[in-house]
């Protein structure tokens, strides 16, 4: 599985105003400087996790991330002028009988989608829960 989700933190600008206008229709889930995040630290910034997709096919994933970032260019546009910390977080799930990730290829115009929208590139690997 992969899960794609956009994770914004730092800047000048009300989190809650921000996700009540440029909100519509994303999956966001707002975090606010020095409430507890979820292991009950305080969080050093304020910010939110969007989700950008869930497609199991690397290919079907990328063309949401790039969907994602024409779709919201507004959003990005206020998020560089606030100067807000913006990176599209790529998590694989791996199963432990699998020895590799499937490869995941971002085309040159995603990544000049990502350098317009001021927006960093994480990639992570995760072992997946197997049930029995």
């Known amino acids: 599985m992969i899960d794609t989700v956009l994770r ?4 000048q600008y009300d ?7 440029f909100g519509q229709g994303l999956q966001a889930e707002a975090f606010i400087q020095g409430e ?12 939110f996790d969007a989700l950008v997709s869930e497609n199991p096919a690397p290919e079907n994933n990328v063309n949401d991330i790039r969907l994602f970032l024409e779709n919201n260019s507004s959003l990005f546009e206020f998020l560089k002028t606030a100067g807000a910390t913006c990176i599209v977080d790529v ?8 020895q590799n990730a499937p490869s995941l ?3 040159v115009d995603v990544l000049g989608l990502c350098y317009q929208c001021n927006v960093a590139v994480e ?4 072992s997946a829960i197997e049930h029995e």
């Open 123 to 126: 990639l992570s690997v995760f």
């Open 15 to 21: 989190v809650n105003a921000l996700l009540a206008e």
């Open 36 to 47: 507890p995040d979820l292991f009950g630290a305080p969080n050093i910034d304020s910010g």
């Open 105 to 107: 290829c971002l085309p």
């Open 91 to 98: 998590a694989y799930s791996v199963a432990s009988t699998d």
């Open 8 to 11: 914004v933190f730092g800047g």
